[in-house]
């Protein structure tokens, strides 16, 4: 074991004793050589009951493969964020989520520390999430409110794609079938994925919105499926996601973040319409209409192994694209005046319009955050506007950054670099192709006039 002066340990104890953690470090016999006041009280323990003892004296229910830290003394490979259920010497079940890593001298491994937040107060918070969820949905409908707040008439649009794939959305919003909608942020998914859920037979029921990518991997299955009493510490029976939708829409936006075994089991939740509650052992029968929503290709999201293709195929009964601003030009000024007539009454203000040097730079600009973007900053240079119409030096600092408005341009350069030109144009072409087909690669090749392999190599050159 490496010796440390008195003052260096001295130090190294009182650095880890201040960290708002629980952190535990044992030898490579398994020995606790530390242990600090917020690991003692996760793990229902006093400090003097766990250091210098054996880990699986104090923790009898462990064993060398289940233990996290003996493992990766053997293995010498850190675990990131697993969750660890096991007793305590008093038989108190301890609920965790551990990040351990080995501890190495040179090329030795010399022992293992751990990392452990508490998983039953993370848990305990998903619950009092969802109690507010259920709570939300039923003052809603004692109040008889509309549970969606926008319509598909709410879209606004001139583009003939557009106003095409909302009629179809239209007509498929009868159906109970699974949805699949594809848009990069901004496009305005959730509103589509609203208007279906007013366009259905389901309107009266619960439309519960979930960004699969705002809660912790960890919460999101007790989150989804609920709880059984039991199951961890202070757990309770506590209904679910998919329990509190039942007779109405759940909506899973960035679907590609939710862990893919977690996919397996919403699969298996579309395919039978059961779900398990998590610690429970009794399957609940529940109909919902999942819709699921991406910001990533989907084709893009399989070849990176971020979707299941057998999650994505079930999914995918019905398929929408939402076109990005960029491809549907015609809308660029029609929303422009929408807002400034928007802003206009919320301001008080009288814009006019915007000047023509504006005109083509929005007409120029891409629009990488799309029609949020747009709104985003039609409302700043409405509040600093001093002029009848909006001027391009009303513009925010950061696009006026950009290069000035040209016409015959639709491209932003990078610089005059012809490579990195043409690998802009050419993965600005495939992305507009792929929405165009619905990521049928077939499909996508004939509009790009390539073969499939071709296109084929090109994507997986693209996530390279």
């Known amino acids: 074991m490496v010796q440390l002066t008195a003052l260096t340990q001295e130090v190294l104890t009182a650095i880890l004793k201040s ?51 003996l493992k990766v003394i053997k293995s010498g490979k850190p675990i990131y964020n697993q969750t660890q259920v ?19 001298l040179g090329d030795e491994i010399i022992g293992a520390v751990e990392i452990a937040k508490d998983y039953s107060r993370m848990k305990l918070l998903a619950e009092r999430l969802l109690d507010l969820q259920k709570g939300f949905n039923n003052s809603r409908k004692k109040k008889t409110v509309k549970q969606v707040n926008y319509t598909l008439s709410d879209l606004m649009t001139v583009s003939p794609d557009f106003i095409r794939l909302i009629d179809e959305a239209r007509k ?132 990176e192994q971020k979707l299941r293709s057998d999650l994505y195929y079930r999914l995918n009964v019905f398929a929408f694209s939402l076109l990005p601003l960029r491809s549907r030009k015609e809308d660029i000024l029609f929303l422009t005046d929408s807002f400034i007539q928007e802003f206009n009454k919320k301001l008080k203000k009288s814009i006019q319009g915007v000047e023509k040097k504006l005109e083509i730079f929005f007409m120029d600009y891409q629009w990488p955050g799309n029609v949020r973007e747009l709104k985003h900053t039609v409302e700043y240079m409405m509040n600093v506007c001093r002029e009848m119409r909006l001027r391009y030096e ?6 006026r950054q950009h290069p000035a408005p040209s016409k015959g341009r639709s491209t932003p350069l990078k610089g005059l670099s012809l490579r990195k030109n043409l690998e802009t144009i050419e993965k600005t072409l495939i992305t507009e192709a792929l929405d165009q087909s619905a990521g049928n690669i077939n499909q996508a090749a004939k509009l790009l006039e390539i073969p499939r392999q071709t296109l084929q190599y090109k994507l997986k050159k693209m996530i390279e």
């Not at 462990?62 to 830290?69: D, G, K, Q």
């Not at 096991?86 to 190495?104: A, C, W």
């Open 394 to 399: 009303d513009l925010p600092i950061m696009l």
């Open 86 to 104: 096991y007793l305590n010497l008093h038989g108190t079940r301890i609920d965790t989520i551990n990040t351990t890593l080995p501890i190495f």
């Open 172 to 303: 498929l919003a009868k159906s109970d079938s699974p949805i699949l909608v594809y848009g990069e942020s901004g496009t305005g998914k959730e509103l589509f994925v609203q208007g279906i859920h007013h366009e259905s037979l389901r309107s009266g029921g619960a439309f519960i919105a979930q960004n699969c990518a705002a809660i912790p991997e960890t919460l999101l299955e007790s989150i989804l499926f609920g709880t059984s009493k039991g199951s961890y510490t202070g757990a309770v029976d506590r209904k679910g996601l998919f329990e509190l939708a039942d007779g109405g829409t759940l909506f899973l936006d960035e679907l590609h973040t939710m862990p893919i075994e977690l996919q397996a089991k919403l699969l298996r939740v579309l395919e039978d319409g059961m779900v398990r509650r998590v610690g429970g052992s009794q399957n609940i029968s529940v109909d919902v209409r999942v819709i699921a929503a991406m910001n990533v290709h989907p084709t893009i999201a399989l070849q």
């Open 19 to 69: 960290i708002d953690e629980g952190i535990h470090v044992v030898n490579t016999e398994g020995r606790t050589i530390f242990y600090n006041e917020i690991a003692a009280k996760h793990d229902g323990m006093e400090v003097k009951e766990v250091q210098w003892k054996h880990l699986i004296d104090v923790f009898p229910s462990l064993t060398e493969e289940s233990s996290t830290l």
